[in-house]
């Protein structure tokens, strides 16, 4: 089994940063695919970035491509989402996810969840 914990979210004003982090354990992540997806108020989940085992791709959702960055490092089993130029929008329960599986399948069914970290966007 792998357990994911995120950690790093808060309250940030519009325009700021934030960087998230996921930490993985029970197993090594370095061979899975990894991901991030958020849950705005009152709206269903949504994929917000994708890396795969090696970093060797990366891909995002449309809403946060140019402003977040998504990176890993195996020798920690961790993963990271750097959020720049935040939105209110962005406002979101952020979730860290992996998969065994291809990296195509962390788009639309991973195999592991993180329990969350609330990002807050003020005015």
């Known amino acids: 089994q792998v357990r994911l914990v995120e950690s790093g979210g808060g309250l940030v004003q519009a325009g700021g940063s934030l960087r998230l982090s996921c930490a993985a354990s029970?197993?090594?992540?370095?061979?899975?695919?990894m991901g991030w997806f958020r849950q705005p108020p009152g709206k269903e989940r949504e994929f917000v970035a994708g890396?795969?085992?090696?970093?060797?791709?990366?891909f995002y959702g449309n809403s946060v491509q140019g402003r977040f960055t998504i990176s890993r490092d195996n020798a920690k089993n961790a993963v990271y989402l750097q959020m720049n130029s935040l939105k209110l929008e962005d406002t979101a329960v952020y979730y860290c996810a992996a998969t065994s599986g291809p990296t195509s399948q962390i788009r639309g069914a991973p195999d592991y969840w993180g329990q969350g970290t609330q990002v807050t966007v003020s005015s």
């Open positions: 029970g197993r090594s992540v370095s061979n899975y695919a």
């Open positions: 890396i795969s085992w090696n970093a060797g791709s990366t």
